[in-house]
């Protein structure tokens, strides 16, 4: 069974930093690519950032491009995030998400986490 | 503001089909094939419940399904019922930003 774990979220002030974390199981981490998408309170999707089934290819949304950073350690089936200069608009349950194609991406989430809420207030 | 366009609030009756519209333009869904739908029920992550404009994934049911005419996509459920009441995104590539994009959302209520 596949299972994505994410932690990492609390509050935090604005220009603060922090990493996010998701723990894979259940299925060839390194297989696949991944991503994280982000909810803001009450609001839609939005994409936030794909990192390539061996981290050699990395891609953000405009709105975190320079502040934001995904890795990965498929030693350890991880997934991160590493958030910086955040603001209140960051605020939002961010979900870990694999990708449904094998190596390549199709830009497609077949398996979801159930989000960890980062929440940018002073 | 959401860069595809979908309708804020669809509805129906249970047994009859509804469509959502998903609108983008030629650097997403008009010009590739990489359109996905997903279902969120309220406090639960989202559902892949269509792929590459038309795929099913194993287990969704065969009474969803997609498609796609210009810059459209269209998710179409026939045979309402009750449990799919919930919000419905679609996804697509976009060349503008080498990344994905979401429609703001649908909400179905089954009457």
């Known amino acids: 069974e596949v299972q994505l774990v994410e932690s990492g979220g609390v509050v935090v002030q604005p220009g603060g930093s922090l990493r996010l974390s998701c723990a894979a199981s259940?299925?060839?981490?390194?297989?696949?690519?991944m991503h994280w998408v982000r909810q803001a309170p009450g609001k839609g999707l939005e994409w936030v950032s794909l990192?390539?089934?061996?981290?050699?290819?990395?891609y953000y949304a405009d709105s975190v491009k320079g502040r934001f950073t995904i890795s990965r350690d498929n030693s350890k089936n991880s997934l991160y995030l590493q958030m910086n200069s955040l603001r209140a608009e960051d605020t939002a349950l961010y979900y870990c998400?694999?990708?449904?194609?094998?190596?390549?991406?199709?830009?497609?989430?077949?398996?979801w986490g159930q989000g960890t809420l980062v929440t940018v207030s002073s | 503001q959401s860069a595809l366009t979908q309708p804020a609030s669809v509805s129906g009756s249970p047994g009859q089909s509804i469509t959502i519209s998903c609108t983008g333009t030629?650097?997403?869904?008009?010009?590739?094939?990489?359109v996905s739908w997903y279902q969120q029920h309220p406090g639960k992550a989202p559902k892949l419940m269509i792929y590459?404009?038309?795929n099913r994934p194993s287990g969704v049911s065969n009474r969803f399904s997609g498609s796609k005419s210009g810059n459209t996509a269209s998710l179409t459920i026939s045979g309402l019922q009750a449990e799919d009441e919930a919000d419905y995104y679609c996804?697509?590539?976009?060349?503008?930003?080498?990344?994905?994009?979401f429609g703001g959302g649908t909400k179905l209520t089954v009457l």
């Open positions: 998400a694999k990708d449904i194609g094998v190596v390549g991406s199709l830009l497609t989430f077949d398996y």
């Open positions: 259940g299925f060839t981490f390194d297989d696949y690519a």
């Open positions: 990192i390539s089934w061996d981290g050699g290819s990395t």
């Open positions: 030629s650097s997403d869904v008009g010009g590739y094939n990489y």
């Open positions: 590459d404009v038309s």
């Open positions: 996804s697509s590539y976009t060349s503008s930003s080498t990344g994905v994009v």
